[in-house]
């Protein structure tokens, strides 16, 4: 059983920073790759950032700047730092780990950028 459980979700100013965390059951390295996803109201969850287990980070334009992914394999925790949030970030995130072609999810955690 592969469990991912996120946290760290808030309300904040534009401008400001929240960190999310993602923290598995297991070994991280376990996974090909995990990566931090968001879904606004009536919108289609679009990928934010990934890590695979060789350390390739990748970003969405529109976060590109602004967040980074990082892991900590002693914690099996990946992480999300926000920087200069705007109000189009606001959006559950969700945390994924990819095994082979299984995909395994998170909770959500929301964040809320308003003004």
């Known amino acids: 059983q592969v469990d991912l459980v996120e946290s760290g979700g808030g309300s904040v100013q534009p401008g400001g920073s929240l960190r999310l965390s993602c923290a598995a059951n297991g070994n991280i390295f376990e996974f090909n790759a995990m990566a931090w996803s968001r879904q606004a109201p009536g919108k289609q969850r679009e990928l934010v950032a990934s890590i695979n287990v060789g350390g390739k980070l990748t970003y969405a334009d529109s976060v590109k700047g602004r967040f980074t992914i990082s892991r900590d394999a002693a914690a099996n925790t990946i992480y999300l730092r926000m920087d200069s949030l705007k109000p189009e970030d606001t959006a559950t995130y969700y945390c994924?780990?990819?095994?082979?072609?299984?995909?395994?999810w998170g909770q959500g955690t929301q964040v809320t950028v308003f003004s």
């Open positions: 994924s780990g990819q095994i082979l072609t299984r995909f395994y």
